[in-house]
């Protein structure tokens, strides 16, 4: 699936599914939630902290997909095209960081 074919497909599930959007600012909060469950796995999984009995059916796939979903949604309610504005980050960053991280101690 493609950046453009995923937020056709949440745009579709939204109308027929979902009612509506939110607003955005439910969605930015939506999605402040949903990085912190994603947190919260990558602190039990790889960090120091230990699982909670609630924690232990938590999958990080799942968990990212919902951030990615929120993500879109408020790509498609603020006319973002994510395909185009990927490419044109990813150039910014090939630029901008051409030498960057080759010439960091703390990576070597």
């Known amino acids: 699936m ?3 074919d995923a937020q ?12 509506r959007y939110f607003n955005e600012l439910t969605n930015m909060a939506i999605l402040t939630e949903e990085v912190g ?3 919260r796995i990558i602190a039990r999984q790889y960090g120091e902290q230990s699982f909670k ?5 938590k999958n990080l796939g799942d968990e990212l997909a919902d951030v990615l979903f ?3 949604c408020l790509a498609n309610q603020t006319g973002v095209d ?4 990927l490419i044109k980050n ?4 090939s630029i901008r960081d051409a030498e960057r ?6 990576l070597k």
């Open 101 to 106: 991280h080759k010439n960091n101690e703390k």
């Open 90 to 93: 990813m150039e910014k960053k």
């Open 53 to 57: 009995t609630s924690d232990k059916d």
């Open 8 to 19: 056709k497909t949440v745009d579709l599930w939204i109308k027929n599914t979902g009612v």
């Open 2 to 4: 493609t950046l453009k």
């Open 70 to 72: 929120v993500v879109i």
């Open 37 to 39: 469950e994603v947190a």
């Open 82 to 85: 994510l395909t185009e504005a």
